[in-house]
């Protein structure tokens, strides 16, 4: 099974910027592989927000698109989720997720993209 562990979750001003860290145990998933980013805001449901797959592509929610960007870097097992222009709305536990899948099918909706990880926290205040 797919480990992943967060980090990087900060309390920021609304307008700062915070990068996230998903660390991957890469060593179960082999060349091909999806990597996502979710967050949970308080009192609501999950919400997919981007994902990185093997071949390069990725895909972005619309509440995202603009703002975040994902990355990879192969020789740490790290996606990186940079956020920028933070507002009050991305205040949520942010976990990231990996599984092995061919190129072409990683998008960040696929419910079957799990488990997910405990998550780190990003408050964003007025």
């Known amino acids: 099974q797919v480990q992943v562990a967060e980090s990087g979750g900060d309390s920021v001003q609304a307008g700062g910027s915070l990068r996230l860290s998903c660390v991957v145990s890469r060593s179960t998933y082999g060349e091909s592989y999806c990597v996502a980013w979710s967050r949970r805001p308080p009192g609501k449901e999950r919400e997919g927000i981007a994902s990185f797959d093997s071949d390069g592509t990725t895909y972005y929610s619309d509440s995202v698109k603009g703002r975040f960007t994902v990355s990879w870097d192969d020789a740490k097992g790290t996606l990186y989720l940079e956020m920028t222009n933070l507002k009050s709305d991305d205040t949520a536990l942010y976990s990231c997720?990996?599984?092995?899948?061919?190129?072409?099918?990683?998008?960040?909706?696929?419910?079957?993209?799990?488990?997910w990880g405990q998550g780190t926290q990003v408050t964003v205040s007025e």
């Open positions: 997720a990996a599984a092995r899948r061919l190129p072409g099918l990683c998008h960040y909706r696929d419910p079957t993209l799990r488990p």
